[in-house]
């Protein structure tokens, strides 16, 4: 019924659909309809929100600068961002958090109860614990505040204008736009929980160089994991979300084979661009490695963001550990030799 911009307010929507020159399937109104009923409530919401907290927001100093969890979809981000969430004294947006970005401290009064019933609580492309007060992705809030984010190109899979937010490059002022947005979201999150704040999104796999010029002292962990496995993954991931989650735009006519494979060049190609420049800022570690000696690991992300690791929060992330030991992780179909051949940048990894 709803994809990831409800929680978004109406000058934004707006200013989506006239860049978009209001292009979308005839069979998709009353989403959209729907889609702008909540954008004016959103609007409503956004409105007190800010007569409430937008003085005490300003005045937010972030004392310790976040940790962002870099990788591609499928990499096992999300496992360790659920993981280092268990440690109390980090803070990840809640799917909630990250879906309502202009207004989640006053409609939890009225939406909350709602979407709590709606939101599956397992993630419907590999069967994860999901949730509305679970760890979702920054890069969520940021579309919607913002109106500009790869993110977009799930509700319009026709356009292809949105792939120039992953690095920003040549955007300026969309660069800037994008630069508050991160801002102000984190500082609402530390006006909330005055916590170090842990986010994650794949697409600020190609943001270190711009994270840094606002956070200079930021810290990034990397996991990366087999290309092949991460490509047959997130094609899995595409023809998910291309059934359930496309509501405002019929279906791209894009190969998404050449699609994910385009994402994955563009993505760690910038990646690896800034990489020499900013490596004593980023852990990197495979996937493989964090399932066979995950204590190692966490050994150094602890010590590579300057927490103690101590005994209470050891036996907590164990915990979390071993209730996944018998996680069944989902089985893809095997490569055709075209497949088998791809991009020799995979290989950089």
Same mark, same amino acid.
């Given at each position: 019924?709803?994809?990831?911009?409800?929680?978004?307010? &109406?000058?934004?929507?707006?200013?989506?659909?006239?860049?978009?020159?209001?292009?979308?399937?005839?069979?998709?109104?009353?989403?959209?309809?729907?889609?702008?009923?909540?954008?004016? #409530?959103?609007?409503?919401?956004?409105?007190?929100?800010?007569?409430?907290?937008?003085?005490?927001?300003?005045?937010?100093?972030?004392?310790?600068?976040?940790?962002?969890?870099? *990788?591609?979809?499928?990499?096992?981000?999300?496992?360790?961002?659920?993981?280092?969430?268990?440690?109390?004294?980090?803070?990840?947006?809640?799917?909630?958090?990250?879906?309502?970005?202009?207004?989640?401290?006053?409609?939890?009064?009225?939406?909350?109860? &709602?979407?709590?019933?709606?939101?599956?609580?397992?993630?419907?492309?590999?069967?994860?614990? *999901?949730?509305?007060?679970?760890?979702?992705?920054?890069?969520?809030? #940021?579309?919607?505040?913002? *109106?500009?984010?790869?993110?977009?190109?799930?509700?319009?899979?026709?356009?292809?204008?949105?792939?120039?937010?992953?690095?920003?490059?040549?955007?300026?002022?969309?660069?800037?736009?994008?630069?508050?947005?991160?801002?102000?979201?984190?500082?609402?999150?530390?006006?909330?929980?005055?916590?170090?704040?842990?986010?994650?999104?794949?697409?600020?796999?190609?943001?270190?160089?711009? %994270?840094?010029?606002?956070?200079?002292?930021?810290?990034? %962990?990397?996991?990366?994991?087999?290309?092949?496995?991460?490509?047959?993954?997130?094609?899995?991931?595409?023809?998910?979300?291309?059934?359930?989650?496309?509501?405002?735009?019929?279906?791209?006519?894009?190969?998404?084979?050449?699609?994910?494979?385009?994402?994955?060049?563009?993505?760690?190609?910038?990646?690896?661009?800034?990489?020499?420049?900013?490596?004593?800022?980023?852990?990197?570690?495979?996937?493989?490695?964090?399932?066979?000696?995950?204590?190692?690991?966490?050994?150094?992300?602890?010590?590579?963001? *300057?927490?103690?690791?101590?005994?209470?929060?050891?036996?907590?992330?164990?915990?979390?550990?071993?209730?996944?030991?018998?996680?069944?992780?989902?089985?893809?179909?095997?490569?055709?030799?075209?497949?088998?051949?791809?991009?020799?940048?995979?290989?950089? #990894?």
């Amino acid at each position: 019924m709803f994809t990831f911009l409800v929680g978004i307010n &109406l000058s934004t929507l707006l200013k989506i659909f006239s860049s978009n020159q209001h292009r979308v399937d005839s069979r998709s109104y009353i989403f959209i309809i729907f889609h702008f009923l909540f954008a004016v #409530l959103n609007s409503m919401a956004s409105f007190f929100e800010k007569l409430i907290f937008e003085k005490k927001i300003s005045t937010v100093s972030i004392k310790e600068e976040p940790v962002f969890i870099l *990788g591609h979809w499928r990499s096992g981000t999300t496992y360790l961002q659920y993981l280092l969430s268990k440690d109390s004294r980090l803070y990840s947006p809640s799917t909630f958090e990250c879906l309502f970005p202009h207004n989640f401290s006053v409609s939890k009064f009225f939406f909350y109860p &709602l979407f709590s019933l709606l939101i599956p609580k397992k993630r419907v492309q590999d069967n994860l614990e *999901g949730g509305i007060n679970l760890p979702n992705e920054d890069e969520i809030a #940021l579309a919607q505040l913002t *109106g500009e984010s790869p993110y977009l190109e799930w509700s319009f899979p026709k356009e292809n204008r949105f792939e120039k937010f992953l690095a920003f490059e040549n955007q300026t002022l969309s660069l800037k736009s994008w630069e508050k947005a991160l801002i102000y979201f984190i500082k609402k999150l530390s006006l909330k929980y005055k916590k170090r704040i842990l986010l994650k999104s794949p697409t600020h796999t190609a943001r270190v160089d711009k %994270i840094l010029k606002i956070f200079p002292n930021a810290k990034f %962990i990397h996991i990366h994991r087999d290309p092949y496995d991460v490509y047959k993954s997130t094609l899995h991931l595409f023809e998910i979300f291309e059934d359930k989650y496309i509501f405002l735009q019929g279906r791209s006519d894009l190969n998404k084979k050449e699609k994910v494979i385009k994402l994955y060049q563009d993505l760690y190609n910038t990646y690896l661009e800034h990489y020499p420049k900013y490596r004593d800022k980023i852990l990197s570690f495979s996937y493989e490695d964090f399932l066979e000696k995950p204590g190692d690991i966490i050994k150094s992300i602890y010590s590579h963001i *300057g927490i103690e690791l101590d005994e209470k929060v050891k036996n907590e992330l164990n915990k979390y550990i071993r209730s996944k030991k018998k996680y069944v992780r989902g089985k893809h179909k095997e490569l055709s030799e075209d497949e088998n051949d791809l991009n020799s940048s995979s290989s950089d #990894l």
